[in-house]
Structures are given as structure tokens and as C-alpha cells.
């Protein structure tokens, strides 16, 4: 990777477009740092400290996405959240409605329209995120001080519409950013601010790490060491998990047209392991935190009854969380595989340009293959997401202290996953820069 950066960086043309990549990062971490006004930051971190970590509520989530955006009250606080839940909405829509089904079937055209959508319910869904955040801020409180400056009169209105439409215009201005790095920077926009958001709150990490070898150098020392040990070791298995894949073999037939002969060469049907990426972990990770956050707008005033047992078994703290946590990923990937992949689809395109895999018979014998094949990788991506998921989570029921971090599990793997796609993207360019063509 380095090396490929070594490269593109003396070819003047990818050094601007990396150069404009770097300038729309500076720009999304400095307005990570400016605060919404009317708002007490101190009061927000405070809240959102106490009532957050280590918690697994909704609020976490975003504030882990947002690089700790949220808990900062700044004008990114929603980052590119709005964006990332219409996107996955829009391809569930997809696959569930026949309009849009045909829309995305269309090609280019169909493609843009889609896009058009997303935009609009992202629009949507950020005026709804920002709405449902000024009601939370309203709520917060520490030491009889208020969040929001302004709770009465004529002045709550005004200063309920100035932060809700910084929240508003600063996830409108993310999405903008994502999509000028991809016209003009490199790699995928969104993916670069998810990432440069995710990878903001490391030092932070790193902070805390040094923290707590300084207070207990006799335990924590020996902590810190194995756990950037396993960091580096996690790194690398997320890095072969992402490349491996599974290659079915095909044959195409030879035929004769004239005195020319035609087809006959052998190639293959590449599977990713991962095919699914982290789109099963946002999915259970949705859903699981759900009985937090109600608990965190209904607290658990009794030490028994059904609620106060509720609340304790969906306890990220506990064993029972782990486990249904490791089932629902499973279970997320085996239907998001099944949306992307149509074995019989596939095995009928096969059939038409006269291709098929050796040993098997054309039709539905070679869609019961695929399927087979299909279902043997999903499982093997399936538990190594949910392995990589429920890491922290251990990590938290080992010692609490450790429970804040966030460096490990779901971001590790998208900042590797966003790493190799920038870099894969960098040596495609090298390659068309250098490739002299026929002529030559």
C-alpha cells in the first residue's frame, strides 16, 4: 500500500486528485470541531459520556460512525448516517418493489434515478435524525445545567430551529463532500468521510490506552501491549478474509462459425468470502440496540420485575447479548447474500453463451451447485463477521475500562475494507497512466 502511494504520488495528475481528497478530509475534521450554537458542549460530552459508552444504544452507534461528532455537538454530528441508512433502505426497496426493480435494471439511466431517491430520503431521514437529536438535547442535563441554553419562550423556537437546521445543513454538506472526493478525489467519497470519522477517534483510543498504563502500570501495561498485538494480528486477518474468494471453475463450449473457431477457454466465477461487507453488522448492530435505547428514554428504576430482567439480558455487558448479537449477523448475511446472488440467474446467463461448469449439468443442477457453494461461503463470511462483531464486547466484559474503545471489531474492519478499495482504486489509475496501448 505504501508503496502504491510512493507511486501515485509522482504522477501529477492522481497527486492533485490526492491532494483534493486530503483538502475535503482537513475540511470534514474541522467541522467536526465546530459547535452547534445555542448548545453547552460540556454538558453534551458529559451527558453522552455517562449514558452512552459501553452501553449499545443508538446514541453510541452514531456517535462511534460520527467520530465523535455527536457527543461534541458539532454541525457534523449526523456525518453521513442520514446517507448510509437511506442507502440500505434503497437497496432492500429495490429488491422488494418492482418499479424500482426495473429502474435498476434500466443501466445508467436507471442507476442515476436511484440515486436521485437516495438523495431525497437521505434529505428526509437527516431532518428526521436531526428533529429526534434536538428533542434528546432538550432532555439532557448534568448538575441542574441544561443542554440547550434556551428552554421557554419565544427564544426555545428559535434556537430548536438554528440547531436543528445546523444538523440538517452539516449531514447535507458531508454527503456534498463524499460525492465531490468521488468526482474529483479517489476512491468512494462516502466510504473516505466514513472512514476518516471512524479512524478520528484512534488517538483517542490510544489516549485512554496510556491513561490507564500510567495509572495501573502492573496490570494495564501488559493489557495495552497484547491488545495492539492483537490490533496488528486482527488488521491482517481482515485483510486475507477481504482478498480470499472462492473461484468456480467454467468451460465454454467450441464452436465453428466459417473456418473460424470459437469459445473453448476455461475461466472462473469469483466469490468473495465477505461478499456482504459490514451490511449485516449495521443490520443486527440496528437491532440490538434498540432495548438500550428505550432504556435510555425509560431507566430501570427497580432491581426486579420483567423490565428490570429485559434490560439485563440485552445488557451489552452480558453473555446473552454476545450470543444473540453472533446469531442475527449470521442470520443478516444469509439474506443480504440472497438478495445479491439469484444462483438460478446465474446458471441461466451460463447457459446462454454456452458456458458451464465441468462435471455439471447445465440448468438446475448447476443452480443447486452455485447454491450449494453459496451457502458454504455464507457461512464461512457469516461467522467471521460475527467473530470480528462480538470481539469488543468480550473486551468490555473482561474489564470495564476497556469498554469506551473503539478501536477493534466493526471499525477495524471498515477502515481496512475502505484502505483496500482506496488502494486497489490507486493502482487501476497507475495502470491506465502507464499502459502505453496498441499504437505504441
Given at each position: 500500500m505504501f508503496q502504491t502511494l510512493k507511486r501515485a504520488w509522482g504522477v501529477p495528475e492522481i497527486r492533485k486528485k490526492l491532494l483534493y481528497t486530503l483538502l475535503m478530509i482537513i475540511i470534514f475534521r474541522f467541522g467536526s470541531a465546530v459547535t452547534v450554537p445555542f448548545l453547552n458542549k460540556e454538558v453534551v460530552a458529559s451527558w453522552v459520556k455517562m449514558n452512552t459508552e459501553g452501553t449499545g444504544n443508538f446514541l453510541e452507534y452514531l456517535n462511534t460512525m460520527t467520530g465523535g461528532g455527536l457527543s461534541k455537538a458539532t454541525i457534523f454530528s449526523l456525518s453521513i448516517t442520514p446517507f448510509i441508512n437511506a442507502s440500505i433502505i434503497m437497496q432492500l426497496l429495490t429488491y422488494a418493489l418492482p418499479p424500482l426493480e426495473r429502474m435498476r435494471d434500466e443501466g445508467e439511466e436507471g442507476r442515476k434515478r436511484i440515486e436521485k431517491i437516495t438523495q431525497f430520503v437521505s434529505m428526509a431521514l437527516a431532518v428526521f435524525m436531526s428533529f429526534a437529536y434536538y428533542l434528546t438535547l432538550k432532555r439532557m442535563s448534568v448538575d441542574g445545567v441544561n443542554a440547550v441554553k434556551y428552554n421557554s419562550g419565544w427564544e426555545m423556537y428559535f434556537a430548536g430551529a438554528v440547531i436543528i437546521g445546523c444538523f440538517v445543513a452539516g449531514a447535507l454538506l458531508v454527503v456534498w463532500m463524499g460525492n465531490r472526493i468521488s468526482d474529483n478525489?479517489?476512491?468512494?467519497?462516502?466510504?473516505?468521510?466514513?472512514f476518516a470519522g471512524i479512524a478520528a477517534r484512534f488517538p483517542t483510543d490510544a489516549g485512554l490506552l496510556v491513561r490507564l498504563t500510567k495509572q495501573e502500570p502492573s496490570k494495564y501495561l501488559f493489557v495495552t501491549i497484547g491488545y495492539l498485538v492483537f490490533i496488528i494480528f486482527e488488521i491482517g486477518f481482515v485483510v486475507f478474509m477481504n482478498e480470499a474468494e472462492r473461484r468456480i471453475p467454467i468451460q465454454y463450449a467450441?464452436?465453428?462459425?466459417?473456418?473460424?473457431?470459437?469459445?473453448?477457454?476455461?475461466?472462473?466465477?469469483?466469490?468473495?468470502?465477505?461478499?456482504?461487507g459490514v451490511m449485516p453488522i449495521i443490520f443486527a448492530m440496528s437491532f440490538m440496540s434498540l432495548p438500550a435505547t428505550i432504556q435510555l428514554f425509560k431507566p430501570v428504576t427497580k432491581t426486579s420485575g420483567f423490565y428490570y430482567h429485559?434490560?439485563?439480558?440485552?445488557?451489552?455487558?452480558?453473555?446473552?447479548?454476545?450470543?444473540?448479537?453472533?446469531?442475527?449477523?449470521?442470520?443478516?448475511?444469509?439474506?443480504y447474500v440472497s438478495i445479491q446472488y439469484n444462483p438460478t440467474e446465474m446458471a441461466n446467463n451460463l447457459r446462454q453463451s454456452n458456458?458451464?461448469?465441468?462435471?455439471?449439468?447445465p440448468g438446475k443442477p448447476t443452480a443447486d451447485y452455485i447454491q450449494r457453494v453459496l451457502s458454504k461461503i455464507t457461512l464461512v463470511g457469516a461467522f467471521f463477521l460475527g467473530v470480528i462483531a462480538v470481539i469488543p464486547i468480550f473486551i468490555s466484559i473482561a474489564d470495564s475500562q476497556l469498554a469506551s474503545l473503539s478501536m477493534g471489531g466493526t471499525t477495524i474492519l471498515i477502515a481496512v475494507s475502505v484502505a483496500l478499495e482506496t488502494t486497489r482504486t490507486l493502482e487501476s489509475q497507475l495502470m491506465m497512466r502507464h499502459h502505453k496501448g496498441f499504437l505504441k
Open positions: 478525489g479517489i476512491g468512494n467519497g462516502i466510504s473516505v468521510v466514513l467450441k464452436r465453428v462459425v466459417g473456418r473460424r473457431q470459437y469459445g473453448g477457454q476455461k475461466t472462473h466465477i469469483p466469490i468473495k468470502v465477505c461478499m456482504s429485559f434490560c439485563n439480558f440485552f445488557s451489552t455487558r452480558s453473555w446473552s447479548y454476545a450470543v444473540i448479537y453472533f446469531l442475527l449477523i449470521i442470520a443478516f448475511n444469509y439474506f458456458g458451464g461448469i465441468p462435471g455439471i449439468r
